[in-house]
């Protein structure tokens, strides 16, 4: 198994973890949503309505993971290298202006998620991110610059994979 593919299980086995949690959680909703003990009594006893929106918001989160582990379990994962612009897929390190390395992957889906991998921490973004949005097209030795508040950060890109 190639490195990109033991990325790519990491991430589809986060997703499915959280698949799990959320899918639990749903159902759980749908339960006290329908119980006859949520029957509203009066107007102002909204338990039963308010827990028929956490049971659809969380049904809704259900299938955007069952959509992101299909995504990633068919995504073809390029090989980059040292001329090629970052794309998605790419695992990007950056170099902060401290000299300490940040990576991160470039994912269509999953932003956020964090992986632990070749005893680096690892944060998906996708290219719908302030950083992703910046990475897309760079290059090696290429220099990345974000305004978070009133940070302002130099990143250098160092390494594509």
């Known amino acids: 198994m190639s490195n990109k593919e033991l990325l790519r299980k990491l991430i589809i086995d986060a997703l499915k973890k959280d698949f799990e949690t959320a899918n639990n959680a749903a159902n759980s909703a749908k339960e006290t949503a329908t119980s006859k003990e949520t029957v509203a009594e009066n107007k102002y006893d909204t338990f039963g309505l308010e827990a028929s929106y956490l049971a659809h918001g969380q049904s809704i989160r259900v299938n955007e993971l069952a959509e992101a582990i299909e995504l990633y379990s068919n995504l073809s994962f390029k090989k980059f290298n040292e001329d090629d612009n970052v794309d998605v897929t790419a695992l990007v390190t950056l170099e902060t ?21 070749e005893g680096n921490n690892i944060m998906v973004i996708t290219p719908s991110t302030p950083l992703g949005r910046q990475l897309l097209g760079k290059q ?3 220099t990345i610059e974000l305004h978070i508040k009133s940070n302002h950060i130099i990143y250098e890109i160092i390494a594509i994979d």
Not at 97 to 117: C, D, I, R
Request: glycine share 12%; no cysteine.
């Open 97 to 117: 202006e401290k000299n300490s390395n940040k990576y991160f992957f470039l994912g269509p889906v999953a932003g956020g998620l964090k992986l632990h991998w």
């Open 140 to 142: 090696l030795d290429d």
